[in-house]
């Protein structure tokens, strides 16, 4: 089984321009999970799905950001407008939930590294 | 609130040396997971161990070594033999077990180099 893919895995944008990433989760994985790492810090949660529904969105996921899960499957997540303070590896992670407790271990992908000039 | 502290920024051994990354971790909750990844130079993070806070047994994986002490709030991780292929940053990471949606809060790392 192929892990967590992310693409692209370098992106340089100039201000103002808006951007998409994309992951591919572990298939059998019911929940998907983006995280935003800056240099020197640990990664911070931005928001999560479960199969295709958003269900938490962090405070740091401005209106500028958008994530989604069509069927389940694949997730983007866009920012528009970008600003300097986006540049960061933006990470994503999935897991398979049984029920409705637990935290159960995340695989990480590779990340996309957002430079904004 | 949840916070995780990793007091040590960076850690140089030679190579094998024993080493030991600390964590200590804040929660009101009396359940909840703690975890350890490992971030090579190539960026991935990579799953070490999961926790839960009913277990405060120790747990050794082969070189690797994890301390749980829930009085002290501390899940530290020892790498026994250090070798230049251990040189990474290694995040300690709290997982809530209850509503929360399972999303990680992590420390700020700790970067291991192991010198031959």
């Known amino acids: 089984d192929t892990g967590v893919s992310q693409d692209p895995r370098h992106k340089i944008t100039k201000r103002g321009q808006n951007v998409t990433f994309r992951c591919d989760p572990i298939?059998?994985?019911?929940?998907l999970y983006w995280y935003r790492q800056t240099l020197g810090q640990g990664p911070e949660f931005l928001t999560y799905?479960?199969?295709?529904?958003?269900?938490?969105k962090s405070r740091l996921l401005s209106d500028r950001f958008s994530a989604e899960r069509p069927k389940g499957s694949f997730s983007t997540l866009e920012i528009q407008r970008t600003e300097q303070g986006d540049s960061a590896m933006y990470l994503c992670a999935s897991s398979f939930h049984r029920g409705q407790r637990g935290t159960y271990e995340q695989y990480f992908g590779p990340g996309t590294r957002l430079t904004v000039t | 609130a949840q916070k995780v502290t990793q007091a040590q920024t960076e850690i140089s051994v030679v190579e094998k040396e024993d080493v030991t990354l600390d964590c200590v971790y804040e929660?009101?909750?009396?359940?909840?997971?703690l975890f350890w990844y490992k971030q090579p130079p190539s960026g991935e993070l990579v799953f070490l161990i999961r926790r839960n806070s009913f277990d405060e047994q120790n747990e050794i994986s082969g070189r690797y070594s994890w301390n749980f002490q829930k009085s002290t709030s501390s899940f530290n991780f020892t790498i026994t033999a250090s070798q230049v292929v251990d040189s990474a940053v290694y995040f300690c990471a709290l997982g809530m077990i209850y509503n929360q949606g399972g999303k990680l809060i992590f420390g700020q790392g700790t970067e291991l180099s192991v010198k031959p």
């Open positions: 298939s059998e994985h019911n929940r």
């Open positions: 799905f479960q199969n295709e529904a958003q269900l938490e």
């Open positions: 929660t009101r909750d009396t359940t909840y997971y």
